[in-house]
């Protein structure tokens, strides 16, 4: 039985007071072209996914409360970040997935018996958060996954950063644009253990403030190291005059975790042998040390230098279920900030390993690393480089000048198609032409097709170019008005070679 405080809330419409209708506040609506854009750049991701012997996997948008978990970044209100509702047959409760790695989780514990082992899925789709909106911040959005499960050898954290670059790459986002930066969470719990607020014998002791440290080292690059510092204190106070409490360290326990945050050298060997030096003592820094410099050493042999990746400790991740390498794409290029300053882009992809999550459900560990896109960022980058936002082409229009003549005009239309060119039919009113010329051009139109009733009886069609007629418009010459006429006459059955023609014009 449906919940119902679910219903959908049906007003009673009055003609003197309109329905306003606007989008649910951080939700937005999108497009044609956004649509087509965001498939474009979603196509090319996936033929590297699948290159890389990646399957898809389509998962329900809605899971059990259990089934997602708490790892949202926020131990304050763990189960306020997802929309969650409860059942009322069975007092069971569901919730709008956050992101798209926890359902990949129960579905290989669901399915465990019939996947191949490892198993190698990539997923896309949206995903909500019931968190506060606000500029470029939406509670629904995009994600693109890639995740292998059942591998517990740090080759497949490799494999993924591989390919991360190679996704980037394939949508535009040229090499020197980019630098996929890698760190391990054991390496971290290792800083934290010689810091003194991880206890191996008590892993829940000290948890909160371990969860103010990570979101301290996060804001590194927002903050600086002199925030991050203040943040592992006793807290900090903003510029609008809020505080913020920090973790409470010392300053030799906040000095442990800023040297592990400064580690970063000129190349993988010295970086690692730093981080060795911070978690000396520590088995599990030890152990994420290693992994670090195996990791680093795959790569390099596929080719995948520090042009593309380097070992960076201030990489941390804020979700919860991470277990050991943990890594982010940063795109290196300047845009202006809401200030006009330059600034780097930034982020758009991140992911790690989490061998524990699988196992909630079945008990037993299960490796499992992957990567998430941020899709909205990664498109919005593509604009910024010019890679995407080009005005989109729209169908070629078939006018209608007789109303009695529909047939001839949907069989134009469906000739045009089947020779692989997007064209519709106009079928708002056909009495004013202008209007017609209006919707063409409204809707992008490179092509209108013209035929009445002189037009049949001779068994031709008249073409308009509607992209050069709105050049010649706006800026040519009479010459060459005269050279490059916008309207063409052509025989009926030569419709599409007709149109091919100007539209080949346009792309020459």
Not at 70 to 82: E, I
Not at 116 to 131: K, L, Q, S, T
Not at 291 to 307: F, S, T
Not at 365 to 381: C, E, K, M, N, Q
């Amino acid at each position: 039985m449906r919940d119902a405080r679910l219903r959908p809330f049906l007003p009673v419409l009055h003609p003197e007071a309109p329905l306003l209708a606007p989008t649910p506040r951080g939700f937005r609506d999108y497009f044609g072209a956004q649509v087509t854009e965001r498939k474009a750049m979603l196509d090319a991701i996936a033929g590297v996914y699948h290159a890389y012997g990646f399957d898809a996997l389509e998962t329900s948008a809605v899971e059990t409360v259990e089934a997602l978990g708490k790892f949202l970044p926020d131990v304050d209100r763990p189960n306020a970040g997802v929309f969650a509702w409860q059942e009322e047959d069975d007092g069971n409760w569901l919730a709008l997935r956050y992101d798209l790695t926890a359902p990949l989780a129960r579905v290989a514990a669901q399915y465990r018996n019939d996947l191949p082992a490892p198993y190698r899925r990539y997923a896309m789709g949206p995903v909500w958060r019931n968190e506060k909106p606000g500029p470029g911040r939406f509670r629904q959005f995009y994600q693109c996954d890639a995740d292998t499960v059942g591998a517990p050898s740090v080759a497949a954290d490799a494999e993924i950063c591989a390919m991360l670059a190679d996704a980037l790459e394939a949508v535009g986002i040229a090499r020197g644009d980019y630098v996929i930066r890698i760190n391990n969470r054991k390496v971290l719990n290792g800083a934290m253990e010689v810091a003194g607020i991880l206890d191996p014998r008590e892993p829940e002791r000290f948890a909160h403030e371990r969860g103010i440290v990570l979101r301290a080292i996060d804001k590194l690059d927002r903050l600086g190291p002199e925030g991050v510092r203040a943040l592992l204190g006793e807290g900090r106070r903003d510029e609008s005059g809020d505080f913020t409490k920090g973790a409470g360290l010392g300053a030799a326990q906040a000095q442990v975790v800023l040297s592990f945050i400064e580690a970063r050298r000129e190349d993988a060997a010295a970086t690692c042998a730093r981080l060795g030096d911070i978690v000396e003592g520590s088995a599990i820094g030890a152990e994420g040390v290693a992994e670090l410099g195996e990791i680093a050493a795959l790569l390099a042999a596929q080719g995948y230098g520090p042009d593309r990746v380097v070992i960076d400790p201030a990489v941390v991740r804020g979700l919860g279920y991470y277990t050991g390498p943990v890594f982010e794409a940063e795109l290196t290029f300047e845009i202006a900030g809401e200030d006009g300053r330059p600034r780097q882009f930034g982020s758009v992809a991140g992911g790690g390993r989490y061998d524990d999550l699988v196992k909630r459900f079945t008990g037993q560990a299960v490796p499992a690393t992957g990567i998430s896109i941020g899709v909205d960022r990664l498109l919005a980058a593509l604009h910024a480089k010019g890679r995407a936002g080009a005005e989109a082409q729209g169908p070629v229009v078939v006018t209608v000048m007789d109303r009695a003549r529909m047939a001839d005009y949907q069989a134009m239309a469906a000739e045009l198609r089947a020779a692989g060119i997007r064209a519709e039919v106009y079928l708002g009113n056909p009495k004013n032409f202008g209007n017609q010329m209006k919707y063409a051009d409204r809707r992008g139109s490179p092509v209108a097709v013209i035929s009445g009733e002189d037009e049949f009886a001779r068994g031709v069609v008249q073409l308009k170019d509607l992209i050069l007629g709105a050049r010649i418009a706006a800026e040519a010459t009479l010459e060459e008005w005269k050279s490059q006429p916008a309207q063409t006459e052509a025989p009926r059955a030569r419709l599409v070679a007709g149109v091919r023609a100007i539209l080949a014009r346009r792309d020459g």
